[in-house]
């Protein structure tokens, strides 16, 4: 299984970007999909975007769609989020997840075997 750990949150002005990286450590990281969830306070934890295990296929959350993306590094056992023109909307703590041999239904939560600790964003208005 994967160990994972998340990196890059900080405070970022609304219009601002920001990269969250995602590093994995363990065996066969390529068999996993992988995630990114955020959490606002006093609101449930959300998806946010998430890849397949080459990193060819991505789906996002309509929210961030064309503003963030999702990529993954299989070589260096990482997945990255790059987050453009962030609103302070998007202020959460953000969460790394992997799915073993996940392939459908990237959205659910419930599906996810490993989540990192998280990493603060937020953006002032």
């Known amino acids: 299984q994967v160990q994972l750990a998340e990196s890059g949150g900080g405070l970022v002005q609304a219009g601002g970007s920001l990269r969250l990286s995602c590093a994995a450590s363990?065996?066969?990281?390529?068999?996993?999909?992988m995630a990114w969830f955020r959490q606002a306070p006093g609101k449930e934890r959300e998806f946010v975007a998430a890849?397949?295990?080459?990193?060819?296929?991505?789906f996002y959350a309509d929210s961030v769609k064309g503003r963030f993306t999702i990529s993954r590094d299989n070589t260096e056992n990482a997945v990255y989020l790059q987050m453009n023109s962030l609103k302070p909307e998007d202020t959460a703590v953000y969460y790394c997840?992997?799915?073993?041999?996940?392939?459908?239904?990237?959205?659910?939560?419930?599906?996810?075997?490993?989540w990192g600790k998280g990493t603060q964003v937020t953006v002032s208005s």
């Open positions: 363990g065996r066969n990281f390529r068999s996993y999909a």
């Open positions: 890849c397949s295990w080459s990193g060819v296929t991505t």
């Open positions: 997840a992997a799915r073993y041999v996940g392939a459908s239904d990237y959205e659910v939560a419930s599906l996810y075997e490993r």
